[in-house]
């Protein structure tokens, strides 16, 4: 196998049973290789306008990536090198890992507003901020061994 390396995707729900989340992410599991592309999906069913794609490192509070806030219309986060986005649907924000590698081994969010714009969960020390979890997706890609 050489110095080829696997990454796996790991999607988990919050909360249990059967409960209705208005936003989703799928799939649960996937693996992949480092240098392969991979794509989470985040659907939601509120007719929020706008959507974010947030990453969460070990000692560390959540990052945004990308976010939307209409359809076609999507924009930068603060740590969005290696990943790309789409919004063609209002329900619809696949977020795309182009060549997955170890230094985007993290913890995903997806989250939806009604309206408005979120540019990061550090920034504006206002109120708490309104966001619909819909999960979490895990991507861990392990360094080689020596």
Same mark, same amino acid.
């Given at each position: 196998?050489?110095?080829?390396?696997?990454?796996?995707?790991?999607?988990?729900?919050?909360?249990?049973?059967?409960?209705?989340?208005?936003?989703?992410?799928?799939?649960? =599991?996937?693996?992949?290789?480092?240098?392969?592309?991979?794509?989470?999906?985040?659907?939601?069913?509120?007719?929020?306008?706008?959507?974010?794609?947030?990453?969460?490192?070990?000692?560390?509070?959540?990052?945004?990536?990308?976010?939307?806030?209409?359809?076609?219309?999507?924009?930068?986060?603060?740590?969005?090198?290696?990943?790309?986005?789409?919004?063609?649907?209002?329900?619809? =924000?696949?977020?795309?890992?182009?060549?997955?590698?170890?230094?985007?081994?993290?913890?995903?969010?997806?989250?939806?507003?009604?309206?408005?714009?979120?540019?990061?969960?550090?920034?504006?020390?206002?109120?708490?901020?309104?966001?619909?979890?819909?999960?979490?997706?895990?991507?861990?890609?392990?360094?080689?061994?020596?």
């Amino acid at each position: 196998m050489g110095s080829r390396l696997l990454c796996c995707v790991t999607l988990c729900f919050l909360g249990g049973g059967v409960v209705h989340a208005g936003v989703t992410q799928d799939p649960r =599991f996937q693996v992949v290789r480092t240098g392969q592309r991979a794509t989470l999906k985040c659907t939601q069913d509120l007719n929020h306008d706008s959507m974010y794609w947030y990453r969460q490192d070990p000692g560390h509070g959540l990052r945004l990536i990308h976010y939307s806030s209409f359809t076609d219309a999507t924009y930068k986060g603060d740590v969005p090198d290696g990943y790309n986005v789409s919004r063609s649907s209002t329900e619809n =924000f696949p977020l795309t890992l182009e060549s997955a590698n170890p230094s985007q081994t993290s913890v995903y969010f997806c989250a939806s507003t009604v309206q408005g714009y979120l540019l990061s969960v550090q920034k504006d020390g206002g109120g708490p901020c309104r966001l619909l979890a819909l999960g979490v997706s895990g991507l861990c890609c392990p360094m080689p061994s020596m």
